[in-house]
């Protein structure tokens, strides 16, 4: 990865938003939704045989809000089921809905509010959520916090895996320790969503990918190019995160972007980029600014203006 490289990234022309995947514009007619960069379809993997790839995410060292993740995960219970009435009129904002929830392993419902139903008022999400649990592919989960998520049932998660060529493990059991940081991770994908062309790769399906590190995700652009992205949460030492740093030398990724979840954070992984490899394209950014609109990002080498402009 060059300077060269970095520049010729930032510099295309303005950004005209197409609205994929959740992040589309509101409309009353669902089917109209476009899910993870398809119109009117869904997205499948360019990935041979199905197979079945052993981990998948949770691994993060990252403890920040640990307590009260474990508070709100050791005792979850699902909502009880209910009769089903009627024949579900599936719409694409539903298989959206599901198919995240299948990659990222569970979805807060705050989330979905928020990127599938932009415009829409909480009643409708609400009314929708409940079909959805009435038919028996997603189930509610509940802790002692105010954190509230969904999860995939059985039901859910075969209509996930229609049509893909790899299939993600479901954890029987969420882990306490990196709940809030999965939690944003998702936030970070379903804002991209937003703002770029393209897919996301989860974590769960970059194991079998040749990366020198694996990220939280990867952005797919639609010439192929990508971006990595890192959550980060809480500190990993700068000897630790100097040494990851130095493996993506050999990446293909255009960028590595990182998202802080606190401004501290922030302050933190700043001084990690300023005293680590000053030739590789780091970039740097708060996921509060991200929700909020389209900041520039922070890098050794200047900001970039990622957001605004038309990313191919």
């Given at each position: 990865?060059?300077?060269?490289?970095?520049?010729?990234?930032?510099?295309?022309?303005?950004?005209?938003?197409?609205?994929?995947?959740?992040?589309?514009?509101?409309?009353?007619?669902?089917?109209?939704?476009?899910?993870?960069?398809?119109?009117?379809?869904?997205?499948?993997?360019?990935t041979p045989p199905p197979q079945?790839?052993?981990?998948?995410?949770?691994?993060?060292?990252?403890?920040?809000?640990?307590?009260?993740?474990?508070?709100?995960?050791?005792?979850?219970?699902?909502?009880?089921?209910?009769?089903?009435?009627?024949?579900?009129?599936?719409?694409?904002?539903?298989?959206?809905?599901?198919?995240?929830?299948?990659?990222?392993?569970?979805?807060?419902?705050?989330?979905?509010?928020?990127?599938?139903?932009?415009?829409?008022?909480?009643?409708?999400?609400?009314?929708?959520?409940?079909?959805?649990?009435?038919?028996?592919?997603?189930?509610?989960?509940?802790?002692?916090?105010?954190?509230?998520?969904?999860?995939?049932?059985?039901?859910?998660?075969?209509?996930a895996e229609q049509g893909r060529?790899?299939?993600?493990?479901?954890?029987?059991?969420?882990?306490?320790?990196?709940?809030?940081?999965?939690?944003?991770?998702?936030?970070?994908?379903?804002?991209?969503?937003?703002?770029?062309?393209?897919?996301?790769?989860?974590?769960?399906?970059?194991?079998?990918?040749?990366?020198?590190?694996?990220?939280?995700?990867?952005?797919?652009?639609?010439?192929?190019?990508?971006?990595?992205?890192?959550?980060?949460?809480?500190?990993?030492?700068?000897?630790?995160?100097?040494?990851?740093?130095?493996?993506?030398?050999?990446?293909?990724?255009?960028?590595?972007?990182?998202?802080?979840?606190?401004?501290?954070?922030?302050?933190?992984?700043?001084?990690?980029?300023?005293?680590?490899?000053?030739?590789?394209p780091f970039g740097l950014v708060?996921?509060?600014?991200?929700?909020?609109?389209?900041?520039?990002?922070?890098?050794?080498?200047?900001?970039?203006?990622?957001?605004?402009?038309?990313?191919?």
């Amino acid at each position: 990865m060059s300077e060269q490289t970095l520049s010729s990234l930032s510099s295309s022309s303005s950004y005209s938003s197409q609205g994929i995947g959740c992040g589309a514009a509101p409309t009353e007619n669902p089917q109209a939704l476009q899910v993870d960069g398809t119109q009117g379809g869904r997205s499948e993997l360019p990935t041979p045989p199905p197979q079945r790839h052993e981990g998948g995410v949770g691994n993060s060292t990252l403890q920040n809000q640990t307590e009260k993740a474990s508070k709100s995960l050791g005792t979850v219970g699902a909502a009880p089921a209910r009769k089903v009435v009627g024949r579900l009129r599936f719409q694409i904002r539903d298989q959206g809905i599901l198919d995240t929830c299948y990659e990222q392993n569970f979805l807060m419902i705050d989330q979905i509010r928020r990127y599938f139903f932009k415009g829409l008022s909480a009643r409708r999400a609400r009314q929708r959520l409940k079909i959805l649990v009435n038919h028996g592919l997603i189930r509610r989960e509940y802790g002692m916090d105010s954190d509230r998520f969904v999860r995939l049932t059985s039901s859910g998660v075969k209509r996930a895996e229609q049509g893909r060529g790899i299939l993600i493990p479901q954890r029987k059991k969420l882990d306490a320790n990196t709940f809030h940081h999965d939690a944003c991770v998702t936030a970070v994908r379903l804002r991209l969503n937003e703002l770029w062309l393209g897919k996301w790769l989860p974590e769960a399906l970059l194991k079998s990918e040749s990366f020198p590190h694996i990220p939280d995700g990867v952005w797919i652009f639609p010439s192929g190019k990508q971006i990595a992205i890192e959550v980060e949460n809480s500190p990993k030492g700068p000897d630790r995160f100097h040494k990851i740093q130095a493996r993506w030398r050999n990446s293909s990724a255009l960028l590595v972007l990182y998202v802080t979840t606190s401004n501290e954070m922030h302050r933190i992984v700043k001084s990690y980029l300023e005293t680590g490899p000053q030739d590789l394209p780091f970039g740097l950014v708060t996921l509060d600014d991200l929700e909020a609109g389209k900041p520039p990002v922070w890098s050794v080498m200047g900001e970039l203006d990622l957001f605004d402009r038309e990313m191919h």
